[in-house]
Structure formats: C-alpha cells, structure tokens
C-alpha cells in the first residue's frame, strides 16, 4: 500500500469514528481513492439546512 492509500484509510477511520453528524464519507473498497462526502450546513448560518455533496473531479494532467 502506498502512503496516499494508507493515509486515506486512516483518515476515513477518524471521520467514521467521530460523533460528528454533520459530515459523511463513504468510498467503494475497490478504490480508496473514489471518495464521496456530504456535508450538511451548520446552524446559524446562510448554508443551515443545506446539503452539500462532494466528488472527486476527473483531472487530466498534461505533461508538455
């Protein structure tokens, strides 16, 4: 496992551990990388009540 992978993983362990209901993760076991999040608005503020969810991007680096 390379140390992105293990980082990855020991960070999604924290936020599953965490009583912090206001952010959720999830990622398929084939590919630690293809995470999903979705966060909800915090109270008292424009964004309470709001769900936000976040992909990964398809980035395509070039090299030239």
Do not use: W
């Not at 390379?2 to 999604?12: G, M, V, Y």
């Not at 924290?14 to 912090?20: A, E, L």
């Not at 952010?23 to 009540?49: H, M, Q, S, W």
């Amino acid at each position: 496992m390379n140390q992105s992978t293990l980082r990855l993983t020991r960070e999604l362990a924290d936020i599953q551990k965490s009583n912090d209901l206001s952010l959720a993760v999830a990622c398929r076991d084939a590919d630690i990388r293809n995470i999903k999040a979705l966060i909800v608005g915090p109270p008292d503020t424009p964004y309470e009540f709001g769900f936000f969810e976040n992909t990964p991007a398809k980035h395509q680096v070039s090299t030239q």
